[in-house]
């Protein structure tokens, strides 16, 4: 009798898993999560800080460079510039150009006009990808980062009107995307 209760109970068994396999393979399978980054600071290049609050985009200044990055500035909920306040780069960075004057040019005439900000884009995730930093004597003075999925930035630089960062409109995320096309970065994943 045991040997018959142990018979069926393995015979149940089997059926079961033959039942949660024929399940599973009903429903597609979903892709994996995608691995998770894990923001650090890179202490083996380290530039010297010189952030001046009184940059303004609206009113135009000086620099000697500015490098574009093609970067992942976020994690969690935090956001973070390319560059931490000891001068050290994140270890995120995929691609840095350095803008020609033509670039910067077009660069700040977006960041500083006011009617980048007319009408914006509405949405929430902010995950900046695409960031600049500007130099002056070998120091950097000032960082801008921009989210082109949810066209947001923020930059120690004034935008316009007193602000460090704003939610800009459709025209601005398509200069600003044409902007990291030229620059040959490969954009939001």
């Known amino acids: 009798m045991h040997k ?3 018979f069926l109970f ?3 068994l089997a059926i079961s898993c033959k039942k949660n396999v024929e399940i599973e393979n009903q429903y597609p399978k979903l892709p ?4 998770r980054i894990k923001i650090h600071w890179l202490s083996n290049k380290i530039n010297k800080m010189a952030i001046n609050p009184l940059l303004s985009h609206e009113k135009g200044f000086v620099c000697d460079s500015v490098i574009g990055i ?3 500035g976020f994690e969690g909920g935090r956001s973070y510039y390319p560059i931490n306040e000891k001068g050290e780069y994140i270890n995120t960075v995929i691609r840095k ?6 670039q910067f040019l077009k660069l700040n005439s977006i960041l500083g006009n006011k009617s980048t900000y007319i009408n914006p884009t509405i949405a929430s995730c902010y995950e900046p990808r695409l960031a600049f930093i500007y130099f002056k004597d070998n120091k950097v ?3 801008t980062q921009i989210c082109l999925g949810c066209a947001q930035l923020q930059s120690t630089a004034e935008t316009v009107n007193g602000k460090f960062g704003d939610l800009f409109n459709e025209k601005a995320t398509e200069e600003l995307n044409n ?4 620059l040959g970065f ?3 994943d």
């Open 32 to 35: 994996p999560k995608p691995e």
């Open 4 to 6: 018959l209760k142990f």
């Open 70 to 72: 093609d970067y992942v």
């Open 186 to 188: 490969k954009g939001e």
């Open 141 to 143: 003075i000032g960082q």
């Open 179 to 182: 902007l990291r096309i030229e």
């Open 10 to 12: 393995i015979l149940l």
């Open 97 to 102: 150009q350095k803008l020609n004057e033509v």
